[in-house]
C-alpha cells in the first residue's frame, strides 16, 4: 500500500465565473486567496488586477489572506470572480457626492441600498440612478449596465 495515498492531492481544479464565461483552473489546494486572485488573472487572462478582483464562492466573499482550505472549498467548486470598481453619485439638487467601493457584480438596486446605508442623509425611496440622461433599472447588474470604475451617476427622483 502507498503511504501517500491517504495524503490530500496538492492540485485541485476550480471552476471560474466571469462576466458569464465559465473557465477552469487547476490550483494548489493550499493556495491563498490572493494567490488564486494572481492565477486567476495570469492563467485565464481576466483583465482584472488580483487587488481589484473579489472571489465569491456560495454567496460568501473570501479573504486574501486565508486558504481555499480555510473555507472547506472541495474540488470543482465554482469561485465568481468580480470586480471592485468606485463609482461617482451625484444627489439631484445639491452639491453633494459620493464616492462609492462597489462590485461590478451587485445590482443597481443593491448600489442605492449600500449609498443609503453609509449615507443616511441621502433618501433613495422613489428615486432612481441615472447614467447619460437614462435610467437605470434597479435589478440590472452594474456590469451589465456597463457601469465600470469611474462612471458617474446621478440620484433623481422617479418619473412616471
Request: hydrophobic share 45%; net charge negative; glycine share 4%.
Amino acid at each position: 500500500m502507498d503511504p501517500d495515498s491517504n495524503l490530500p492531492p496538492a492540485n485541485m481544479r476550480i471552476i471560474v465565473l466571469w462576466r458569464g464565461a465559465i473557465s477552469t483552473l487547476e490550483i494548489p489546494v493550499a493556495a491563498r486567496i490572493i494567490e488564486v486572485k494572481v492565477l486567476i488573472c495570469e492563467a485565464l487572462h481576466i483583465p482584472v488586477p488580483a487587488d481589484r478582483q473579489e472571489l465569491s464562492w456560495e454567496g460568501q466573499f473570501l479573504r486574501d489572506e486565508l486558504t481555499l482550505q480555510n473555507y472547506n472549498i472541495p474540488p470543482n467548486a465554482s469561485l465568481t470572480v468580480l470586480t471592485k470598481i468606485k463609482v461617482e453619485i451625484y444627489v439631484e439638487y445639491s452639491r453633494f457626492y459620493y464616492v462609492c467601493e462597489v462590485h461590478d457584480g451587485a445590482t443597481v438596486g443593491e448600489l442605492k441600498a449600500k449609498v443609503c446605508a453609509e449615507q443616511s442623509i441621502i433618501d433613495v425611496e422613489h428615486k432612481v440612478l441615472r447614467m447619460n440622461g437614462f435610467d437605470l433599472d434597479d435589478g440590472a447588474l452594474l456590469w451589465a449596465a456597463t457601469v465600470m470604475e469611474g462612471t458617474k451617476l446621478h440620484l433623481v427622483k422617479y418619473q412616471n
